[in-house]
């Protein structure tokens, strides 16, 4: 049995959102996704953040995050690249305090210039 909070929404998430799972994990398309397909990884266990993990849960994440991968490449080839990123904290943006992370798909032209990537999370912090 995993703990869980009756008020978080992945804790409460309905099955037929779950696009893959395994003991610790599960994986779910974003409610709000910044591109096509973008995938949200959680671990059973409810904790805060990344930090909160134990091995064995990143591990069981990984592995989401890597069949997922294949999966959205398979489903669309377009696909070439990916973000992947944890917000842990109010202060980097975090609004669901139950652990996840954003696998992100990116295709060639989604946005006028990617470099810097994640670094755009700061404004002005981007290029360099």
């Known amino acids: 049995m995993h703990a869980t909070d009756e008020n978080c929404p992945f804790c409460s998430l309905p099955r037929e959102r779950i696009v893959a799972e395994n003991d610790l994990a599960f994986a779910f398309r974003d409610g709000f996704p910044v591109t096509e397909l973008h995938t949200l990884v959680v671990p059973r266990q409810h904790s805060a953040t990344y930090f909160d993990l134990t091995d064995e849960?990143?591990?069981?994440?990984?592995?989401?995050?890597?069949?997922?991968?294949?999966?959205?490449?398979?489903?669309?080839?377009?696909?070439?690249?990916?973000?992947?990123?944890?917000?842990?904290?109010?202060?980097?943006?975090?609004?669901?305090?139950?652990?996840?992370?954003h696998l992100i798909p990116r295709r060639d032209g989604d946005v006028e210039n990617p470099r810097g990537g994640v670094r755009h999370t700061v404004p002005g912090k981007g290029y360099y």
Do not use: M, P, Y
Not at 87 to 93: H, K, Q, R, S, V
């Open 57 to 101: 849960e990143r591990e069981a994440i990984h592995v989401l995050l890597a069949e997922q991968r294949d999966r959205i490449c398979g489903k669309d080839g377009a696909v070439v690249g990916f973000n992947i990123g944890w917000n842990c904290g109010e202060a980097a943006g975090q609004t669901i305090f139950h652990t996840h992370v």
